[in-house]
């Protein structure tokens, strides 16, 4: 099937909810860019993450067809900006997208029912947009989602809403602690 019927497939049953939060989301995107050369990428990520994010939420995967395009774009306009610019931040992305790329796909073979393939390709794009603003947006972009992850299975299992068995879904934690590593930056720099 074809790229564009696939999305429209996977967003269709949330497309109020995606509709509504995209707005807020793009907005949240430029004002946290700057605007400077990665504000497109940005944008596309969290256009991205928010079906992304409702999607894994109510059913525990994350689409290709939105992961992959949302990726390949990023990865694009983040090449274009850093070479156009010769901004050195784009060797810092490119490693950062492969940095936690690797080490979701290290715990996914080590444990693919504790973290599935869907939050090994999330990785990329969220690592290659973490780097551009800073090894240490990056670290916390790799440390927040599991203490987020954390703090939530806590409560929930406290709740006896849920037990150490429970499948929980990672995407909206890891796109959660990488919006908030970025806004705690923007907030800092003014």
């Not at 019927?5 to 497309?15: H, K, Q, S, V, W």
């Not at 990726?71 to 992305?93: E, F, I, K, M």
């Not at 979701?104 to 393939?117: C, E, I, K, S, T």
């Not at 990785?123 to 670290?139: D, K, R, T």
Request: glycine share 12%; charged share 10%; hydrophobic share 55%.
């Amino acid at each position: 099937m074809p790229l564009l019927p696939r999305l429209r497939d996977e967003i269709a049953p949330y497309r109020r909810t995606v509709a509504v939060g995209t707005i807020p989301a793009v907005f949240w995107a430029v004002w946290v860019s700057g605007p400077g050369p990665a504000t497109a990428a940005t944008v596309v990520l969290a256009a991205a993450s928010v079906p992304l994010f409702v999607i894994d939420l109510r059913t525990h995967r994350l689409p290709d067809a939105i992961t992959l395009p949302s990726t390949a774009l990023v990865l694009l306009l983040l090449a274009s900006a850093g070479l156009v610019t010769g901004d050195p931040a784009l060797w810092r992305s490119l490693l950062g997208g492969i940095v936690l790329g690797g080490a979701y796909l290290l715990l996914h073979v080590v444990n693919p029912a504790g973290l599935g393939f869907g939050d090994v390709k999330l990785a990329v794009p969220l690592g290659l947009v973490s780097a551009w603003y800073g090894w240490p947006v990056l670290w916390g972009t790799v440390i927040l989602p599991f203490f987020l992850g954390g703090i939530v299975g806590l409560v929930l299992i406290v709740a006896r809403r849920a037990t150490r068995r429970t499948a929980i879904a990672f995407g909206p934690f890891m796109i959660a602690g990488a919006a908030i590593v970025l806004t705690g930056v923007r907030i800092a720099n003014g």
